[in-house]
T-cell receptor, first 114, second 119 residues
Framework: DADVTQTPRNRITKTGKRIMLECSQT?????MYWYRQDPGLGLRLIYY???????NKGEISDGYSVSRQAQAKFSLSLESAIPNQTALYFC?????????????FGPGTRLTVT | AQKITQTQPGMFVQEKEAVTLDCTYD???????LFWYKQPSSGEMIFLIY??????QNATEGRYSLNFQKARKSANLVISASQLGDSAMYFC????????????????FGRGTQLTVWP
């Protein structure tokens, strides 16, 4: 089984709808992250959490919210989806904040907002 | 602030040849880590190699090596003996390490280089 899972893997939704993307991990890591990927822009950080009680905004948090329900679960919500939120969304985890700790990525959620 | 620059949107290489993917970075943090990830067409992000800013040796992982030139702030990925399966998007990323850094733990990505290996 995958260490970092994301649900759903694909989603098409309409403008104005609320949608939640879920991430679960079995790696036992405290640090979790949400990124979005747009063609030609690489990955950009939306939110990150260093433990259940610590949640921080990334560089593009507007229009998004998150919830860290448990050490293993980190959800991303779009309260009112808009077309420019169409992107590939990744959840990631890491063991620590030391630079040498790589981030482990989930398989991604492809979101389309029409 | 951290910044990663990948100036090659696309690269082409013939099978079995070596290829270098460029990455330059900018940071004021004295301690940091540099990563390369591979993203095949299926979309997943695959970790390839890591280089610490204080590492004396250039990192190597199988056919991947990192040409780290600290003074020039460059961390180029070298893939030796390219294979058709190496065709993918490659991302360079950086993470600050010093505890004083306001960006501790966050990973910053470049825009990626699309590598195509042809037979």
């Amino acid at each position: 089984d995958a260490d970092v899972t994301q649900t759903p893997r694909n989603r098409i939704t309409k403008t104005g709808k609320r949608i939640m993307l879920e991430c679960s991990q079995t790696k036992g890591h405290d640090r979790m992250y949400w990124y979005r990927q747009d063609p030609g822009l690489g990955l950009r950080l939306i939110y990150y959490s260093f433990d259940v009680k610590d949640i921080n905004k990334g560089e593009i948090s507007d229009g998004y919210s998150v919830s860290r329900q448990a050490q293993a679960k980190f959800s991303l919500s779009l309260e009112s989806a808009i077309p420019n939120q169409t992107a590939l969304y990744f959840c990631a985890t890491s063991e620590g904040t030391s630079a040498r700790y790589e981030q482990y990525f989930g398989p991604g959620t492809r979101l389309t907002v029409t | 602030a951290q910044k990663i620059t990948q100036t090659q949107p696309g690269m082409f290489v013939q099978e079995k040849e070596a290829v270098t993917l460029d990455c330059t970075y900018d940071t004021s943090d004295p301690s940091y880590g540099l990563f390369w990830y591979k993203q095949p067409s299926s979309g997943e992000m695959i970790f390839l190699i890591y280089q610490g800013s204080y590492d004396q040796q250039n990192a190597t992982e199988g056919r991947y090596s990192l040409n780290f030139q600290k003074a020039r702030k460059s961390a180029n990925l070298v893939i030796s003996a390219s294979q058709l399966g190496d065709s993918a998007m490659y991302f360079c990323a950086m993470r600050a390490q010093s505890r004083q850094s306001s960006t501790l733990g966050r990973l910053y990505f470049g825009r990626g280089t699309q590598l195509t290996v042809w037979p």
